[in-house]
């Protein structure tokens, strides 16, 4: 079984991990920086073309971790500020935290989590980015 690709991109300040097999591709980088995350410049993510503080904000909101910063750990946030979107055609995106309890387990997000809402996701109730896929017949 080989290794799950791991890249890395740095502005001199500040290096953004990307894993693609985590990325359920809700787009907030996308829409967040478009300067620095671009599918249609390569690479297709260029972190000097914003400032650091700019970038760890985005990548703190990016749901499924895919988008790291190396070094950096984010603070807890209080759930006072919590803000639910829906994005079309994708999942539901829960920014501020939440608590997912199912039976006798409960999960803690502190930051953004999405769910699913194709119910095609291998990892429901989550979303796992199955929904930007085509649909098998």
């Not at 920086?33 to 073309?49: A, D, H, S, T």
Request: charged share 30%.
């Amino acid at each position: 079984m080989s290794e799950p690709l791991v890249k890395e991109y740095s502005n001199g300040e500040v290096t953004i991990v990307w894993k693609p097999d985590l990325c359920i591709h809700s787009g907030i980088c996308l829409r967040g920086l478009p300067k620095v995350f671009n599918l249609k410049q390569r690479p297709w993510l260029q972190p000097e073309k914003a400032n650091s503080d700019q970038i760890v904000a985005l990548v703190r909101e990016c749901p499924s971790k895919a988008l790291s910063v190396k070094g950096v750990r984010f603070k807890e946030k209080d759930n006072s500020d919590v803000k639910v979107t829906l994005i079309p055609g994708g999942p539901i995106l829960i920014k501020g935290g939440a608590t997912v309890t199912e039976r006798n387990h409960k999960q803690v997000h502190r930051e953004t989590v999405a769910f699913c809402r194709c119910k095609r996701s291998r990892k429901f109730p989550y979303c796992d980015g199955t929904h930007a896929q085509p649909k098998e017949d």
